[in-house]
């Protein structure tokens, strides 16, 4: 039976403003976007005056924790996840136990990413090195054929500039971006959060920010060497974000991804050792928050990618400085946005479409899916007047580690579908 969404606010790349529509839906195919499709006969009508409609989320950054650690995440429930925050693709880490560092590791997580509601939208990364031990190259040709969509050791730095400039050459000859996780591990030592003035007032540890800035640097100039797709994952300060810029203006092969936290908040949050704002690269100033908000609207970030880190409350129920690093993030990420930018009128809606759909699935040479006539209907509803409240009954992660955990946001998403099927109604 086709399906009409009836006048709902339809959100474009690029633009700034909503559009009215009704929209109308059959099987997988956008059949119609039009001012008024009232005389449409046989449909079912869905009321969508003041909600938001805009084309699926994709996240090039999320760890799905499978194989190996599936007592914090599995595919089958990260994919949950992401369908309750609106997220209809992602492309997973291979930071797991075993690492996805061969052809028959890559094959084995897309076969599990096969049997879950996302099937055929979710991707894997491989590793770098073998083991991500930073020391030989893994078997980049096997993984490419076995469908591998991109290179990363994430969670650690590649070390070694000969190595890292081998991997570019590989990564440069079979075309798959290489990503980077920037740390000079020497300068982050044993460090828990930004190192500045609240690390030396909680007496922790701290990681400089030009432990950051120095590798991005590094691997930029790598990469021009190279002739590689670079995207440097999850920058958090705003002179590491000119670094990029500058390079971009070289015309060096560069992009990098923003996580929402980073955008949110600061290391002033961590107030009491809360674990829940502990993650690597880890929460700067506040300055930095408000350049990189400004970055984001100028155009220096190419992508929003959560870097979404599952983790036990037993292993986040430890002292900060013991506490694993990381924060989950693809339930949150669409209400965090709206909550903090969006409703202010700090970010619009268009810069959502661009960020977190259509420009990750460029990066990865995937379609994009506007709200078109003839397009893939994979798009969501969002309903600014609801609220998301981020509790266990909420949240479908196997974990809670979010600094949103118990709190409510303002806006839901309330339908989700996905090549036509509706995966969420609420
Ligand atoms: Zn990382
Ligand atoms: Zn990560």
């Known amino acids: 039976m086709k399906r009409l969404y009836s006048q709902a606010q339809i959100a474009t790349e690029d633009s700034a403003k909503l559009s009215t529509a009704d929209v109308l839906v059959e099987g997988e195919q956008i059949l119609a976007v039009e001012p008024s499709l009232s005389g449409v006969q046989d449909c079912e009508i869905i009321d969508c005056r003041g909600k938001v409609m805009l084309p699926a989320m994709f996240d090039i950054h999320v760890h799905a924790r499978e194989p190996g650690q599936t007592d914090k995440e599995d595919i089958a429930s990260c994919a949950e996840a992401a369908i309750n925050g609106g997220v209809t693709g992602w492309v997973m880490m291979p930071n797991t136990a075993p690492a996805i560092d061969n052809a028959a590791t890559v094959r084995a997580v897309l076969e599990s990413a096969a049997r879950t509601r996302l099937a055929g939208n979710i991707f894997t990364s491989g590793a770098i090195t073998k083991g991500r031990q930073g020391q030989e190259l893994a078997a980049i040709a096997g ?138 690269p880890p929460l700067r100033t506040a300055q930095d928050n408000a350049e990189l908000l400004q970055g984001l609207r100028d155009g220096l970030f190419d992508v929003i990618a959560t870097d979404h880190a599952p983790h036990t409350p037993f292993e986040k129920n430890q002292d900060f400085a013991s506490a694993p690093f990381g924060i989950t993030g693809l339930e949150t990420a669409l209400p965090s946005l709206y909550h903090h930018f969006i409703s202010k009128g700090e970010l619009n809606w268009g810069h959502i479409v661009k960020y977190y759909s259509a420009a990750p699935r460029r990066l990865m040479k995937l379609p994009t899916v506007p709200i078109v006539k003839g397009g893939v209907a994979e798009f969501i509803l969002f309903d600014p007047s609801r609220e998301s409240l981020f509790d266990l009954q909420f949240m479908k992660s196997r974990s809670c580690n979010t600094p949103f955990l118990n709190q409510s946001l303002k806006g839901l998403v309330e339908r989700v579908i996905f090549r036509g099927r509706e995966l969420l109604a609420r």
Do not use: W
Request: proline fraction near 4%; hydrophobic fraction near 35%.
């Open 143 to 280: 993984m490419k054929d076995a469908g591998c969509v991109m290179l990363t050791d994430d969670g650690f730095p590649v070390d070694n500039p000969q190595v890292l400039r081998r991997a570019m050459e590989y990564a440069r000859d079979y075309d798959l971006p290489l990503a980077s996780h920037c740390e000079v591990k020497e300068l982050s030592g044993k460090g828990c959060m930004h190192e500045g003035s609240v690390s030396y007032a909680l007496g922790l540890p701290g990681i400089p920010s030009i432990s950051e800035e120095i590798c991005i640097a590094r691997d930029i100039r790598l990469a021009q060497y190279t002739g590689v797709h670079l995207n440097i994952q999850h920058v958090t300060t705003a002179e590491g974000m000119r670094t990029i810029a500058r390079a971009k203006e070289r015309g060096v092969r560069v992009s990098c991804e923003i996580a929402p936290h980073h955008l949110i908040f600061n290391h002033e949050h961590i107030g009491n050792y809360d674990t829940h704002y502990k993650m690597n």
